[in-house]
Antibody, heavy 123, light 110 residues
Framework: EVQLLNSGGGLEQPGGSLRLSCAAS????????MAWVRQAPGKGLECVGS????????FYADSVKGRFSISRDNSKNTLHLQMSSLRVEDTAIYYC????????????????WGQGTTVTVSS | DIVMTQSPLSLPVTPGEPASISCRSS???????????LDWYLQKPGQSPQLLIY???NRASGVPDRFSGSASGTDFTLTISKVEAEDVGIYYC????????FGQGTKVEI
């Protein structure tokens, strides 16, 4: 069964750091691009960033650029989101997701999602 | 940035009846390769989102054929031919042409 398992959320103070992880199983992890999507309480979905399957190219939303970093360990089938300089507005459920296509140029279709992990930034 | 605007934001539906949701992009999502870079997702209450439609009109694996997507310029439509009770939740469109941006969501309830 294709599955993504989120972990690492919690409560952190403004200005602090957290590292989220996403364990993948049931597919050849290294072949696929991956993404992080967040959802603030009672709000809609926002793409935080993404990473390519093979060459590690990363893309970030302007709201997190310079503060968040996405990485992956293909040998351990694991995706990470390192969050630093956290702000109150980063409070959200964070989902990892698998990209449907393996195309190098066009990424579309988030076809598998983790269960989400909650990050709360508060003093 | 490409802005996605959905309408309506709330949609009461009746089981067995059709329903449709609109999504408009601030720029064309049609690439010269002929594809429209637009996905549709459903987030059921208490669950993670699930992919329904990709590239404007392609149903994802396992998605019932009562769901269909269409495109006309910068206007996109998700249609449910006959609504079922399990279709309640929030529907989102997302453009995938330049980075990814979601619409605000449309809450569908019976």
């Amino acid at each position: 069964e294709v599955q993504l398992l989120n972990s690492g959320g919690g409560l952190e103070q403004p200005g602090g750091s957290l590292r989220l992880s996403c364990a993948a199983s049931g597919f050849t992890f290294g072949n696929y691009h991956m993404a992080w999507v967040r959802q603030a309480p009672g709000k809609g979905l926002e793409c935080v960033g993404s990473i390519s399957g093979n060459d590690g190219r990363t893309f970030y939303a302007d709201s997190v650029k310079g503060r968040f970093s996405i990485s992956r360990d293909n040998s351990k089938n694991t995706l990470h989101l390192q969050m630093s300089s956290l702000r109150v507005e980063d409070t959200a459920i964070y989902y990892c997701a698998k990209v449907l296509t393996t195309d190098h140029s066009f990424w579309y279709g988030l076809d598998v999602w983790g269960q989400g992990t909650t990050v709360t930034v508060s003093s | 940035d490409i802005v996605m605007t959905q309408s309506p934001l709330s949609l009461p539906v009746t089981p067995g009846e059709p329903a449709s949701i609109s999504c408009r992009s601030s720029q064309s999502l049609l690439h010269t390769n002929g594809h429209n870079y637009l996905d549709w997702y459903l987030q059921k209450p208490g669950q993670s989102p699930q992919l329904l439609i990709y590239l404007g009109s392609n149903r994802a694996s396992g998605v019932p054929d009562r769901f269909s997507g269409s495109a006309s310029g910068t206007d996109f439509t998700l249609t449910i031919s006959k609504v079922e009770a399990e279709d309640v939740g929030i529907y989102y469109c997302m453009q995938t042409l330049r980075f990814w941006t979601f619409g605000q969501g449309t809450k569908v309830e019976i």
